[in-house]
Every structure is written in structure tokens, then in C-alpha cells.
């Protein structure tokens, strides 16, 4: 917001001599040659070395257009929300089924999820509704493809509703173009991005296409990979094809003991151990509480007794007050003594699980179908739609654009 209001509200210059100061988000930790070949050695990895760069993009790319899924870690990782080049798993966006096939058997998602693309600066114009050599080096920005890629649509197609949209092919970019023609576009650049950038231009030379999916390098549930062995362990779990790890190039089908049955065993090392179960009641008593929650229990029935005793004793009332300071020491002891804080935790909440129950299950179920429910009701009976839910046959797309004001001033006087 300061550097909003310094530089494009009060117009300060903004000096730079070279494309940002951000260089790529490349902030994560690199591997040498030598490190990864020690730990590809260790794990017993089958693998090609590539000391000739064009070489490997080469090999890659014509990989890619065999249809086949790759898993790309090279330099530095990204900081960020997003892979960009550095740690991604990669396809080809003109394939029909890659969307589907690398969601269900290498995301471990739902299949119509979408991807974005990766494309060549000097040619995302002509892919995509966006300005000749328009940045966007942080997949920040989206556009629609153009219309002389789009596919013409069939009249049944017109029709389509629900999750039967994403059947569609609409472009000649499938893989990567939403249900209404949109995509986040990341541009590559040979300053920026180094290898991934030659890795575009040998796929365009072998192609013609500008433009991969670029999706992170990780499953459901799991970060995006950081060291080599996290990039094995996650190619090793998935139906990934092609690893790729600096200089070198690891085929699934030549590994030795490659199967598909790690795949469970492999989600569950990321999931959520504190996520409650989806059948867990709104209100249950946790009989066998830890010491550390029996401590913190103990130190905020310290706080509440004191805090209580004190407004008590404010409102000219010093004999409920000193009653209630008189408990608050019972705290002290379970700070000290954990198990004998239990008894008067699990008494604790027995005394109020009615109230509890109550207010969750009764009252505010009562507030819902004694309240809400019917003004809703009456609301769409006399056609009312204040969230827009109702579809509309007609519309090309449900974005309302909203107009940011004209006078600026507004930024100064936000509350």
C-alpha cells in the first residue's frame, strides 16, 4: 500500500535498471551436479546425464510431445505460491486428455481442475489477448485465448451445463484453457528463466507450439518439493513419467521396483493429522486431554476467576469477589500438577456441555429453520436473487467488472 501510494497516487519516480528487482522469485535453495548425482547414486536411481544443455532440452521436449508427463526441478526454488519454472511438473497443453490424465494420476485431484500455461514472451500475443511481449514472469495475470485459436463449438455444446462444460475442447490449447476461454498465463523469458526458457524453444522448434502446462511440483496435500530427494520421492509415488533433476534425466519404466502402490502410503505422510474426522459432533468432551492443554486450561481458569473476582469487586461487591479470587488458585495447582487438573477440566465441561448443546444444536438450529429458511423462501418466491444464483442461458460469463473510483483521494481516507 506504501509503495502504491508513493509511486502511483503521488507519482515519485520509480527507477530500475533491469527487468524487476523480484529476479524470478528464485529465493528457494539449488543443488550442484554433484550433490544430486551422490544422492541418485545412494537411492540407486536409473539415469542419463546431459552435459550438453540444448542436448537435454531436446530430449525433454520431444518427451513432452510424446504426450509424456514431466517432473522438472532445476537452479533455485521459487518463493511463492506458484511454481515457475524451478520446481513444476510439466505437459502438453495441446493434448486432449493431459488435463484429466495429469490431475487423476499425478495431482491426485479432481480431474476438471484446470493448469496454466507457460508461454514464450515474444509469442504470447499471439495465444493469448494480451499485448505484444506483455510480462507476466509470476503467472499474475489472466487473459483469454484468442479467438483465431479457440475450436468452433457444435450447437449441442451451446447447451452443455454443469461439469459436462469441461468436455469441451475449445481451443487448440485444451489442456490449459478454462470453461470460458480464460487462462493465467506465466511468460517465460531467456533472462529470467534460464534453462525453462530453451526448454520452450526446443519444444517450439519441434512443434510449432509456444506453450506448456505449467503446473507445481507436488500432490494433494503435499508442498511443493524442495531437494532432490523429495523430487524422487514424489516422481517414484506418481504416474510421472520423466524426472528431470539439473543435468539429469530419470524414465519411470527403467527404474528398478517402480510400482503404484506407494500411492496411499505416500498421501498420507501429508495429511492433516489436526483436521477432525467429517462424522465428528459440533460438540464432544475430550476425556483424556494432553498435559499441555490441561496447562493452558489451567492458566486461563486462573485469568477468568481473577478477571471475574476483579469486575465483583469493582461493582462494590467484595464478597463474591474474594470468593471467586479464593478459586482462581485451584489454576496454580494444575499449572503445577497436570492430573489433577483433569478432574476439574472434565468437570468443567460436563457442567456445561447442556449449555453448549443447547446453543449450538437448539438455538441456532431453531434461528435457521424458524428464521432464515423462511425469509429465504419468500425472498425466491417473489424472485429475489441477491447472490445472482439464477442461471442465465445467455451469458457468456458471470464476472462483473467493478470500477475502481475516479478520485484517488479515496486511498487516503480508507476508514
Not at 490449459?176 to 534453462?195: E, F, K, L, M, Y
Not at 441456532?364 to 429475489?384: D, E, Q
Request: glycine letters at 6%.
Amino acid at each position: 500500500m506504501a509503495l502504491l501510494i508513493w509511486h502511483q497516487l503521488l507519482d515519485n519516480p520509480r527507477p530500475h535498471d533491469q527487468l524487476d528487482y523480484q529476479e524470478g522469485s528464485c529465493l528457494g535453495p539449488a543443488f550442484s551436479n554433484d550433490q544430486v548425482q551422490r544422492f541418485l547414486d545412494d537411492a540407486g536411481a536409473v539415469y542419463e546425464r546431459f552435459d550438453d544443455d540444448q542436448q537435454l532440452c531436446q530430449e525433454v521436449a520431444s518427451q513432452i510431445a510424446d504426450e509424456k508427463v514431466i517432473g522438472w526441478m532445476q537452479g533455485r526454488m521459487e518463493f511463492g505460491p506458484r511454481a515457475l519454472g524451478g520446481r513444476s511438473i510439466l505437459g502438453d497443453a495441446r493434448s486432449t486428455r493431459m488435463q484429466s490424465v495429469m490431475n487423476l494420476k499425478i495431482k491426485f485431484r479432481e480431474s476438471f481442475r484446470p493448469f496454466a500455461p507457460s508461454v514464450l514472451e515474444e509469442r504470447v500475443d499471439e495465444y493469448f489477448e494480451m499485448r505484444p511481449n506483455e510480462q507476466s514472469p509470476y503467472m499474475l495475470l489472466v487473459a483469454d485465448v484468442k479467438p483465431d485459436k479457440r475450436l468452433p463449438l457444435a450447437e449441442s455444446d451451446l447447451t452443455t451445463r454443469g461439469l459436462d462444460k469441461l468436455k469441451i475442447h475449445r481451443s487448440r490449447v485444451p489442456a490449459i484453457t478454462h470453461v470460458d476461454n480464460s487462462a493465467r498465463v506465466q511468460t517465460v523469458d531467456p533472462r529470467r528463466h534460464g534453462r525453462y526458457y530453451r526448454l520452450l524453444k526446443a519444444f517450439e522448434e519441434q512443434t510449432g507450439s509456444p506453450v506448456l502446462i505449467n503446473t507445481s511440483f507436488n500432490v494433494r496435500g503435499e508442498p511443493i518439493v524442495c531437494t532432490p530427494e523429495e523430487a524422487w520421492r514424489c516422481f517414484m509415488a506418481t504416474n510421472m513419467d520423466v524426472l528431470v533433476i539439473e543435468d539429469f534425466v530419470m524414465h519411470k519404466d527403467r527404474q528398478p521396483g517402480a510400482t503404484e502402490h506407494e500411492i496411499d502410503e505416500y498421501l498420507a505422510r501429508f495429511e492433516l493429522d489436526d483436521i477432525p474426522a467429517r462424522d465428528t459432533p459440533m460438540i464432544a468432551i475430550d476425556w483424556n486431554p494432553t498435559h499441555r492443554f490441561l496447562r493452558q486450561f489451567a492458566g486461563l481458569f486462573v485469568l477468568f476467576f481473577a478477571i471475574i473476582g476483579a469486575v465483583r469487586f469493582y461493582k462494590d461487591d467484595p464478597t463474591m469477589a474474594y470468593v471467586l479470587w479464593s478459586i482462581a488458585p485451584v489454576g496454580l495447582v494444575g499449572l503445577a500438577w497436570p492430573t489433577f487438573m483433569r478432574y476439574v477440566y472434565v468437570t468443567w465441561m460436563a457442567l456445561f456441555f447442556p449449555l453448549g448443546w443447547t446453543v449450538s444444536m437448539v438455538i441456532l438450529s431453531s434461528i435457521y429453520y424458524l428464521v432464515v429458511s423462511p425469509i429465504g423462501l419468500i425472498m425466491r418466491l417473489c424472485g429475489h436473487d441477491p447472490c445472482g444464483r439464477r442461471p442465465d442461458p445467455a451469458a457468456t460469463s458471470y464476472w462483473k467488472p467493478r470500477r475502481p473510483a475516479a478520485d484517488v483521494q479515496r486511498y487516503f481516507r480508507q476508514f
